[in-house]
Structures are given as structure tokens and as C-alpha cells.
């Protein structure tokens, strides 16, 4: 058989040609904020939950499709009831599906750069056009008359609250007019919403909105990204219709156990999120008071700061400081800017001194 001459791309779907494998080659070093990981130790009653869920937890047998005793402790988080709620292998897997389901050729998402990437991938994928409605250059803010303009024609817009990289909470009355005056799905990504403090959550909405949807993570607040578990609170009838269509068996035996566990106990994470919420305070004070820095205010577990020569500022950091944060500075409307993880308070204080260091170095 001759391997040499074999033309994949000529006979892949046209729409996935040109896609690389995400291989971000992690290198091994000393503080990692680069991927909005929560960094702090487990509480070890969690950790003791986690491995307690783990050993009692057959491999033999296929999972439950639904993950249906998961969806229960979800629902008693939002105060709904398993028909609004589905879990996927990570809010990455539930993005995708939206756009498989919902999405395709004549069926436009609405997004507001900068956002987070994925959503524009896998629109590609999914072969659905994307409308951006670009961000305010300066604060980062969504035009609202031109969100409404764009949402006429959609099939989805999302919005992301707390934003990734920006850090900024949405208005949930920008919201109530996309349901008020489009046809459009709404989904509001939520992965970052339990460091903007309570009620910022749009999830109670959903019961008098069937067309919102609300996406949210165990992979941050939680701690729990490699696990790959993420939920939406979703209408019943988008709920089965994401069921029709996914992987079946997508969340495994141990991430629907360990989850469960989790939420179960989720009061025992409170104290962690409260230290991330005041070092993300610190931190920032701490940029701004370095020389050429700006940031802008976050709900999240990260800082955008706009650094001077951010590229080269990132390569130092790692190469001779052993610390990795995010290089935005090649994302349109995100020059030289950096996204920096709130780590532990040791974490913090290795970003801040080297940032130091470098800064006095550049200038
Ligand atoms: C991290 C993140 C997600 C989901 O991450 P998963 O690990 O796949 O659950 C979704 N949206 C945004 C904006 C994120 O930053």
C-alpha cells in the first residue's frame, strides 16, 4: 500500500480544511496562569470527597447517558428540575453541540470579539457563518443597538459573562431586549460567573425565556478542568434536542462521580472562590501600580493588563522568571495585551516581582 501521495485534505470536508490540532505544548513551569485554572489546594474534605467518589466508582459498566443523578444536584443548585439542565464532556462539547444542533449554512451565530475563540471554531465547523459586532476598542463594552441589528437575522448570538479574555459581566438588560426583540437563542456563557459575586447568574431567567440558555463549567470555580465537566441551563425541548444529538457516553463514570461529589459539597468551595475574588483585587492594585501597565476591571479569575512589548514581555516571563501567563497581543483589538490567571497569593506575588523586574529591565 503507498502511504506517500495520500491528499487528506482534498478529501476532508471542505469546512474542516485548514484546522490544526490544539496543541498549546505546554512547557513545565514554575507558576502556570495561563488557562484560568483555579491554582489553589483543594479543601481537603473535597479532596477526600473526590477520592472517596473515585474508589467507589466501577469501571466495567457504561455510564449513565444523561448523567441523570448529576443533573439532579445541578437542578437543586439552580432551583429547577433535571429537564433544564445537560451535561457534557466540558462547556467546550455543549458549544460544539449548540452549533451542530442548532447552527449550519443560512443559520448565523452572533459574537462580540474579543471573546473566547472557541466559538468561532467551532461555528467554522459546524459550517455557520459568524457575525461579529466588535467590542469598544477602549472599555470593552458591546454596542447594543448593533448586537440588536445582528441578532435580527441570527439563529445564536453569545455573550459571555464574566467576558474571557476582557473580564467585563454583561448587562442582563442587553439580555432581556435580545429576548424581547429578536427570534435569536441567547446563550449566555457563564463559565466565570462564580467570581462575579451572587446573583450575577442570568440562570433563573430561563424558566419564563425557553430561548436563553445558560452555559456554565465545573472547570473553574470548581477546580476541576481536568475532569472536563461543564452544564446548560437550558429550556426542556433545547435540552432534548442536545440529547438527540451528542456522543452518548461523552461524560464518563468517573467525571459524572466526582462531579456529583462536588456540587454535592460545592458550600466547601465558597472560601477558595472568596480568596481568588480578594486576590484578584491585590493583583490588580499590584499592576497598576507598575510603570506603562494598564488593566481593566474583571469579574473573573483573571486580569487583562496591557503591558509595554507584550510578546516579548511573555517570552521573558516564561524563558527566565519559569512563570506562564496568556499572550493575547496578537488577537485584534487586544494589543499587547496579556491575561493573567489569579493564582495563590505566593503565585500572585512571583507574577508581580517579575513583571516588576522585566518592566524596569524594558524601559
Ligand atoms: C473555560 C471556558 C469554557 C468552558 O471550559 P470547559 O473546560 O470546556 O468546561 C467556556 N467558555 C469560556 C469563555 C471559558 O473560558
Known sequence: MDRRN?????????????????????SPVRVNLSANENTHPLPAELAEAARAAVA???????????????????????????AHVIVGNGGDELLFNLLFAFGG??????????????????????????????RDAEDFSVDADALLAAAADAALVVLTSPNNPTGDLLDPGLVRRLLAETEALVLVDEAYVEFAGEGKSLAGLVAENPRLIVLRTLSKAFALAGLRVGYLVADPAVVDALGAVRQIYSVDVLAQAVALAFVERRDLIAP???????????????LAGLPGVRTWPSAANFVLARVPNAHRTWERLRDEHSV???????????????????????????????????????A
Open 324 to 362: 506562564l501567563v496568556r499572550d493575547f497581543s496578537a488577537t485584534p483589538g487586544l494589543e499587547n495585551c496579556l491575561r493573567l490567571t489569579v493564582g495563590t497569593r505566593e503565585e500572585n506575588d512571583v507574577l508581580l516581582d517579575a513583571l516588576a523586574t522585566l518592566l524596569r529591565e524594558e
Open 56 to 82: 467507589a466508582t466501577p469501571l466495567n459498566r457504561y455510564p449513565d447517558p444523561m448523567a441523570n443523578a448529576l443533573r439532579d444536584a445541578l437542578a437543586v443548585r439552580h432551583g429547577t428540575d433535571r
Open 6 to 26: 495520500l491528499d487528506v485534505t482534498a478529501r476532508l470536508r471542505p469546512a474542516l480544511r485548514g484546522f490544526e490540532p490544539y496543541d498549546p505544548r505546554f
Open 105 to 134: 449554512p443560512g443559520r448565523a451565530l452572533v459574537t462580540c470579539p474579543p471573546d473566547f475563540a472557541e466559538y468561532a471554531n467551532f461555528a467554522a465547523m459546524c459550517e455557520t457563518p459568524v457575525v461579529a459586532v466588535p
Open 272 to 286: 477558595v472562590v472568596d480568596d481568588i475574588v480578594s486576590e484578584r483585587e491585590r493583583l490588580a492594585a499590584g
